[in-house]
């Protein structure tokens, strides 16, 4: 049942961001279009961004990572789903949406990192390392939903893979 509610409250969300940035809509406003009571918006989530962030988290978790073909169906849907991820990609709020997918991933990689190599925890080359690859593949992504629009994602995808520093391929891809 929460899940469920919670996919309502999204998709208000979604249908709300066609017609203007995040900053923008009012959480009255999405319990309004969602006709729900504010107190079961703040029941799911903190804030419109909480929100934001958990649509986002949900989508990238469905994402291998590793994996060409799941990462270039990732890329196809945000292509779809433009107008959602323009808003995120565009926000410029006290913590823009960029720096919580920035945080996903970078949690993400450092898991499976230390799971893939048996520790748990990293050295400081490895976790600077990540840090670097996603702020590299989170800002080309950025840049090519919101400027891009003949690069096919595959090849975009291909790039990422190419860019990764050669200590992480032999963690991620090789090991």
Request: include cysteine; glycine fraction near 2%; charged fraction near 30%.
């Amino acid at each position: 049942m929460a899940d469920r509610t919670k996919l309502w409250i999204a998709d208000t969300l979604r249908k709300l961001l066609a017609k203007k940035p995040i900053d923008k809509i009012r959480v009255t406003e999405i319990c309004k279009a969602a006709e729900i009571e504010r107190p079961t918006f703040y029941y799911h989530f903190q804030d419109k961004y909480d929100l934001m962030a958990w649509m986002i988290y949900r989508s990238a978790s469905e994402l291998d990572i590793f994996d060409i073909d799941s990462a270039t169906t990732a890329m196809d849907k945000m292509k779809n789903d433009y107008i959602f991820y323009k808003r995120a990609y565009e926000d410029t709020s006290q913590t823009p949406m960029w720096q919580y997918m920035l945080e996903y991933f970078v949690d993400r990689y450092n898991k499976i990192a230390m799971y893939t190599l048996g520790t748990d925890t990293l050295d400081v080359q490895t976790k600077y390392s990540i840090r670097l690859y996603c702020y590299g593949t989170l800002g080309m992504t950025r840049e090519w939903v919101l400027e891009d629009n003949i690069t096919p994602s595959r090849a975009v995808v291909k790039m990422m893979f190419e860019a990764m520093p050669d200590a992480l391929k032999e963690i991620f891809l090789e090991g």
